[in-house]
């Protein structure tokens, strides 16, 4: 990929004289910024903005690696062909009319994807904004020029579907000093190079710190979530389509299916990722985490709020309500050095409301004592820091504020208001000193909490993991799983599981009333029962299943009964009755575009009603599991709700990663269903279960005309 | 209160000639603006600033009815008499050192409010930063006078607790062209001028569109909500402390109890308040609501998202999802109208992907004309803008936008990127044209959400009420009430329960076995049997809870069982079991700050789990009482949840109604119970409650010794 960005030499393809248009416009920016010779290409012309202008590719002199494409779409697989054809690496296309109009426009982009195959020539784009390279100075795209006017370098790199998130977006964030910009790399329709590709190139680019990654869909999959993993920079993600009109929206816009918000959060997760909701959030999160990359693993979220108000600290504190963050409790030291400063009258607290002390001492010697009192403190991890620019009794120096914030080795975000030059300039320098700096109240928590996700996320990732035991299944349920076909039954299913290592209540087959009683005695009273017939899935609803059976009279009932809805016969299943416990949902799905993955939900009465699915991509690791688990949105109920013993989360884990195992070493299972896994005494114990086998083989379809 | 808005002559006690203190930068603001006299006292000095300065109250002439004090706490009593002497009508009290620093505050605090009742003269502080009135060019405030530089006059009024809120952000605020102001009131410590009366003035107050309220309070408690409701204009409230650790900070600020979330919650929606969470969303929805304060009855939230970028357009749509607002499907003519703009190649949809349209025809044709025919589609409600400024090629005239906006009588709200300074430019440009714009994504489809909840509320409480039946008891539900005390038991309590309207579970008394298995003859199996002992009030826990019992023999076994468990004797309670459904509590408490309110919430098992109630102050009107099931936050268990029949809400809000006029009419009652509430065959059914009398009175420690 170096040659996208470090090119030798560049073909500019469809240049133009007429300075409105884009073929000029990417020829101008190209040359303003290049590090390398330029070849204007058009057959209309001899020259162009003072360089040889040059008929086609082929006649371009070398060095040259790259092409950047902007004529009308149907001559672009030729003069792709041509690039090959000369011996370049890559092209960027950017001009539009691809698969984003309609059928036409998606037959030539399958053209290019078959060519990029074929030729070994990389395509990015098209329908893109190309690159921008700020650190470089190099810009290979038709964004506006006036763009250089307001380059400011930085270690954030974007990579983006969208075209003007590429340019205006990026004007606005380097102009409000938002944030320095290392790379934009604007990829379009992705008829080859992908969200992938650019990810694993800026994992290992030195001018980037953190990667914020803007996406409507995640075609790379498994792939895409794999390099995720093994970046070893902070990502942020802002996933548009998850809502249902969100993602419609998404797929008339770049055509592509956008997939279930649960499972990429899940992917995401996993993988380390910080999810955004808002572009501009995407860059404060981005900036942040570039500042603050890795922490001291002792450090656990317990933050400081030094702020010029009382109300601001209030609104903070709220704002930290169920993010992982908490106020720190400050010790005796912190408490001293703050009383040193604080009028007489005014007890120390944090928030630490510094306004008297600043009224006192100035604001230099108030926030430079506090900001090193409060992060001194063992028992912070971190400062909200909230400053106010632009006015002499208010407006502490930064330079010393940062010095003290770096040598703490702690984050510390700060909340900037003030008139609106002097808050420009002030932010400005806050970025300059690596003190990042935001305007959103909101968003200063919302970037202090991701700072400690991250944290949390890539400890957790890095656990040492216990060595596990291959998956075994004995052979009577290894036949099964090959030879089976659509959905096994519930005792079959539980075999599986049971084998595989997975706790289901105790249970017996019993072909007839008298057996079914023998099977009550044993296992205890109260039982359940259920019928077994061939082809029904739906027990319930078929009235083939009697709760809380109390004694062998009830027993006896149920089983007269339920042989005679069973009028195809089958098999009689005797239960010991699991009592009420917190209900789970847990299995594992074959999903189109992410592949095998494992979900945790609620289950029970109110599985429908409550959002509470979390996904996970299998295989888990331990610690895969453990962060699954934490990501449950109703932790109390495995805290031991209600007077039930507390989940062994342990167990719970190790379902979770068998699950993963199973639906990953048996291609032949399409899902597996414990529904509800109930946890008696605190073990995760299968009451029901299903297991669906592929039934599209041929073996299937000849016993199974369905 | 006028004569804090309008004084004829101002008094300024505290003045100082030393230009770095605060007495001296009142008096120079006082003077900058004033369209009054401005009297310096201070009996030190003879002129300052030009101005004779008295050496007391006393010696000032008329005319002059207001002064603002800023001396040492202590000496502020004193001055407040001679005020009172002098015939002032009220003071602004500025200085701080009060109820905020300990105990002596809080006494000198408490001495100013027995000052107010006892003289007559009104209070406003202390501790605050006083009046800042923009259009009237008045500021009785100690804010640097630097913000005479910057005043943005607009129709946004501000009611704070804290000081910096009313200086340092007003002048971010006003700088940065979030919005134009009207009047900022710092109230403070509230020793007398409260939030209640302020807001009442600001209601008639002509050049007020909307008011801002940020609290950590509500100790006007009923007189708030009821002056709220009363308001005419929009009112947004960001009330902190709703956190545990926001509350206790909050308590430490200005030493007020910080109130329950839900309560407070609740009085905001049914007096038609927005709430926002933070200083810059507060302005940002005081700005939308001031240019929407009314909309045609007709109109419901179905949105369309004119846009330059497809991607704004997808996120936009994922942040409408769960705020009531919805992406508007486009008619005919508006497609058509679009389609003249559009080039072939792109399909018409919502959102509306304007930038080749706007590459074709030129922003000016492009926006208008899409704005124009989203406008005009009957199916659209509203429209979220998305503005460039700054770039010829992609950055429409304002003015014409804002005409077609204006006609149409419809919300348009528009986000704003650009480079700095011409977006600022055209955000003033936006401002003075009445056309919101706001910077962030997420923040422009907050501010549509709040201008239809708005509407929403105000349709609501403004729909037709039928005439209520006053609420009447017979004689001995009346005695019981009159002469119980403490906890009635679950009989007695659904008698008054059922007297006042209330669906109650079939239930008959029984004295012992026989007579319990005549009642259930008499109901029909299955049955639930309960034990009412005297002083018991938790019977699951004491064993008095036996439920679905199937016959004659499970009832004889459990009244056997029950008589054992009940010692001291009690009653039997026999009860047609209610089938499971949808499980709810309802009930009613009197709240020390807001007095007797009225709750829904989830019932159940999971009723601890899930956070799930609302509140209203009571009496509910009907529509009170439907916007309060409408804020319950689990509808699909209302609307049919897994085969249940929907809930009726009519007779839901009966139930509701009939809590709030029992807590209201009857204040022996203490609190309400329905726990659960359930709803065969649709129509809410206690099936156990309390009645919590007083037990504080003489009669009852007769009696209850505890």
New interface residues.
Partial sequence: MDFFFRPRGVALIGATPNRSRGGNIILRNALRGSLCPVYPVNPRYTEIEGLTCYPSVSEVPDPVDLAVIFVPAPSTPDLVRQCADRGLSGVIIES??FAE??AE?QRLQEELERLARERSIRIWGPNCMGLVDVPAGRILSFV?P?IWD?LLSGPVSLV??????SA??L??TM??ARSGISKVCSIGNRADVDECDILEYLASDPETGAVGL?L?SVPGGRRFFRILRGCDKPVVV?K???????A???L???ASLAGSRELVSGGLAQAGAIEA?????MIDLCRCLAAYPRLDPALRGRIGVIT????????S?????NTGL??ADLGPQARERLESVFPE???V?N?V?L??AIERQGPDRAVQTALAAVLDDPGVDGVLLHL?SG?P??TPELEPLAGIARRSGKPVVSWL?????P??LYRRSALDLGLPAV????RSVACMRAVFEHHRLWAQAGAPEPEREPLRLPQPQLGLIERGCGALDEHEAKRILSCAGIPCAAERIASNEEEALQAARELGYPVALKGLAPGVVHKTEAGLVRLDLGGDRALREACRSMTGSMAEGGRLLVQRQISDTAAFIAGAVRDPQLGPCVMLGLGG??A???PGRVFALAPLSGSDATLLISRFP?Q??LDG??GSPPVDRDLMGRVLQTLGDLILGFPRIREIDLNPLLAPGGVPTVADASIVLDNGDAHCAAEDPS
């Fill in positions: 539009g009319g109009t309609g426009g506006s006036s307001v983006v579907q969208s075209g003007m998130l205006g977006f004007i606005d102009t409000h803007y409507e802002l548009a389509g998850k809502s249902e009109r969100g419609r929206a998404a008339s816009h770049t909701s808002d572009f501009q959030e010029y108000s009382g109300a601001a600290g209030i609104v504190a709220d704002f930290m309500e908490g106020l009258w005014m007890p607290a928030p409301d306004y008297p106010y006015h009794a208010l208001l003030g008139s609106r030059e808050a420009h305007c959103g109240l909101d009465y109110w429908e009603l409550l109703h109390r109920l709700y209600r």
